[in-house]
Nanobody, 121 residues
Framework: VQLQASGGGLVQAGGSLRLSCAAS????????LGWFRQVPGKKREFVAA????????YYADSMKGRFTISRDNAENTVYLQMSSLKPEDTAVYYC???????????????WGQGTQVTVSS
């Protein structure tokens, strides 16, 4: 599967942004999808994940209540709605996919190219 993330940009603290990740290739509904982020010089961080049908979602503790992951299997797209953004949310955000795995933050085989999110104070 090929992944293409988009929707990043510059936003003020407290604002909102929605990231999209379009997929092509194998049947989209067969993948578990995740969002990660990375700041230069730091380790990549898990943000959120969503199961095959969208019925199961998982979030890193610092994102709970502010971020929402969703998917549209008909459109082959996964979304990350981000609200109440903080300057520390500034990072490159990546979408990722895997076929199976019980740990939502691990085991992703396919990665998109990343989209920059910058939150100004």
């Amino acid at each position: 599967v090929q992944l293409q993330a988009s929707g990043g940009g510059l936003v003020q603290a407290g604002g909102s942004l929605r990231l999209s990740c379009a997929a092509s290739g194998r049947t989209f509904s067969g993948y578990i999808l995740g969002w990660f982020r990375q700041v230069p010089g730091k380790k990549r961080e898990f943000v959120a994940a969503i199961g095959w049908s969208g019925g199961s979602t998982y979030y890193a503790d610092s994102m709970k209540g502010r971020f929402t992951i969703s998917r549209d299997n008909a459109e082959n797209t996964v979304y990350l709605q981000m609200s109440s953004l903080k300057p520390e949310d500034t990072a490159v955000y990546y979408c990722a996919a895997k076929v199976y795995g019980v740990r939502p933050a691990e085991g992703y085989a396919y990665w998109g190219q990343g989209t920059q999110v910058t939150v100004s104070s």
